[in-house]
């Protein structure tokens, strides 16, 4: 996967195709909200293991019953790339297992 910064256009396209997410700063970020707070911690179980199959790594927040990720490239100065995008795509597609919204 290619670690170079990705354009505005580029970044806007593949927001387009992920529903909640958004670059906040210099991070693309998106929030769950889930049934319970165990249902929630979960989920950041699940998304630990798909970081690590990744080798990348965002800012997790488990709340109450929430998760919230924030994430771009360390190795990248900090930018949004295709890594980033990979890993959000993992975490919309198990999102629906965990009744997360
Ligand atoms: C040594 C290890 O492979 C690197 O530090 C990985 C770990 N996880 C990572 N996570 C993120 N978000 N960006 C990176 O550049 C990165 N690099």
Redesign the pocket.
């Known amino acids: 996967m290619p ?1 170079e910064p990705l354009s505005q256009k580029e970044i806007e396209d593949r927001l387009a195709e992920l529903p909640g997410w958004s670059v906040e700063g210099d991070r693309l970020t998106r929030s769950f909200r889930l049934g319970s707070h165990f249902a929630a911690t979960a989920m950041v179980v699940h998304i630990a293991q798909v ?1 690590e199959e990744l ?4 800012d997790l927040t488990l709340g109450y019953n929430t998760v919230s990720l924030a ?6 100065g900090g930018a949004v790339t295709g ?2 995008f990979e890993l959000a795509r993992r975490v919309q597609d198990l999102a629906g297992v965990h009744g997360a919204s």
């Open positions: 670690v970081q080798n990348h790594h965002s994430v771009n490239t360390h190795s990248a890594k980033d």
